[in-house]
């Protein structure tokens, strides 16, 4: 048997059957109105579920929209992640997102992106200023801003949790089920070579045998 | 052999448990997966038939930081124990730092004892490792059973061999981090003296195995509580 098999390390792509786990978390980002994107290791994007945002809209009509967004995105896929802990991360706009890894059996896949959200609690004037800075009409970007969904960080928590847990399910069953399909077809390639090679051999042990194999080959 | 990827910082040892179909093997590893730390240890992975006997194999992985930052992983891997099963065996057994034999204690299951670990000595000359030097522990798994080989007749024939023998009664966690322990230890001894992993590294086996345990299980194991006889542990026991 090929120990490789063994060894092999599966990527996020292959782990997450995208069609099936679309629907609970579409679903769930209904109901907290927060979007959830997974990322794989090189942070090509696999799943988003959608829908523009009011809040994205107004950021992409400022001046500096492109630095903005590219910040943003950047620190998104290469916040580096420890353990199995979400990291926070405040975007330049003002809005937070919630990054969390997915790992298996310690090795990091890839993540999920939770966001945009409100910061919890940021002031007015704070957004005044943001607004200010990157020359986008202020009420304009206030009254997006307040559109964003406004989760408490206790509830925020609760998500990042109930996501992980989703997450973990689907690779933990996936890569077993990889794994079991590999050996098994790793074993009936072996029993495949072996039926072969004593065919051969019975053919050359039989000369009889091979004239009627012979016979049928030219009757096939 | 030890992976070692220094650009990650991580190390890698592989512990097969290896033994005959129904010895224990899966439930020393399933009791371990209890008495580890939550943070350490991963998840018990099992690729099994639906009666529950280990068709492929079983994966558990533990994972520990040293103080200087390497990370140490240690897979654990039992092999199905069924004859027809070898090919899986060979393949598990691949690449092996140190192995459990999980013998069945019983009388009745000496011959199944014996097969098994001829196999194991011929698999392991096939994936070109040193059966005279690979750190290998024998567990007489099932002492709680009736009609078991006694103590003094497992001393009298293993106690003069280098191989560490342990009593263990898997089912009720008995013997098994134990055995676990003894075979980390010499698993580490020689990456140490390979790799002059301890000095380089900061690496300690007392911290490691102090961190791994979980709470519950601290002040309950003693090595020696379930040794029949220390081989070539006899070396590094304080």
Not at chain 1, 194 to 209: A, C, G, H, L, N
Not at chain 2, 89 to 118: H, M, P, W
Request: aromatic share 10%; charged share 25%.
């Amino acid at each position: 048997m090929n120990e490789v098999v063994l060894e092999k390390k599966f990527e996020l792509g292959e782990l997450l059957d995208l069609r099936v786990l679309g629907e609970p978390l579409r679903n769930l980002a209904d109901m907290i109105g927060i979007q959830i994107r997974i990322y794989d290791l090189a942070g090509k994007e696999l799943f988003d579920t959608g829908g523009e945002i009011h809040f994205c809209q107004v950021v992409h009509q400022a001046d500096m929209e492109d630095q903005i967004c590219r910040s943003v995105r950047e620190k998104l896929i290469t916040q580096p992640l420890t353990g199995s802990s979400a990291a926070q991360i405040l975007a330049v706009c003002g809005s937070r997102y919630t990054v969390l890894p997915i790992t298996h059996q310690f090795d990091l896949l890839g993540r999920v992106v939770l966001g945009p959200y409100q910061d919890h609690g940021i002031a007015d004037s704070r957004l005044s200023a943001i607004a200010a800075q990157y020359r986008i009409d202020s009420a304009k970007f206030i009254s997006a801003y307040k559109k964003l969904p406004n989760p408490s960080p206790e509830q925020i928590k609760k998500i990042a949790r109930f996501n992980s847990k989703i997450l973990d399910a689907f690779v933990f069953i996936n890569t077993k089920r990889l794994l079991t399909s590999l050996m098994h077809l790793e074993l009936m390639m072996q029993s495949k070579d072996r039926i072969f090679k004593e065919v051969e051999k019975e053919m050359q042990s039989t000369p009889e045998d091979q004239r009627e194999i012979e016979k049928y080959k030219k009757m096939f | 052999m030890v992976q070692m990827n220094l650009e990650f910082r991580e190390v890698t040892v592989k512990v097969v448990y290896y033994g005959p179909a129904l010895s224990g093997k899966t439930t020393n590893l399933q009791k371990l997966h209890q008495m580890f730390n939550p943070q350490h240890r991963g998840r018990l992975m099992s690729l099994e038939t639906q009666s529950d006997r280990t068709l492929f194999y079983d994966l558990y992985p533990i994972q520990y930081h040293t103080p200087a930052g390497l990370k140490v992983k240690l897979k654990l891997f039992t092999v199905p124990g069924q004859v027809i099963h070898n090919e899986t065996r060979k393949a598990v057994l691949n690449g092996a730092d140190a192995i459990v034999f999980v013998a069945d204690s019983q009388r009745s299951q000496a011959l199944s004892n014996s097969l098994s670990f001829k196999n194991l000595k011929e698999n392991l000359k096939i994936n070109n490792l040193d059966f005279e030097t690979i750190p290998l522990v024998i567990q007489f798994n099932k002492r709680d059973l009736a009609e078991i080989k006694p103590v003094e007749e497992i001393k009298a024939d293993w106690g003069q061999t280098r191989f560490p023998t342990f009593s263990a009664i898997a089912t009720e966690g008995k013997g098994v981090f134990e055995t676990f322990e003894c075979v980390v230890r010499l698993g580490f001894e020689v990456i140490n003296k390979k790799y002059d992993f301890n000095r380089k590294f900061g690496f300690n086996p007392d911290s490691f195995f102090a961190s791994v345990k979980g709470d519950k299980i601290e002040n309950q194991i003693d090595i020696n509580r379930y040794m029949i006889s220390p081989g070539q542990f006899a070396g590094l026991l304080k």
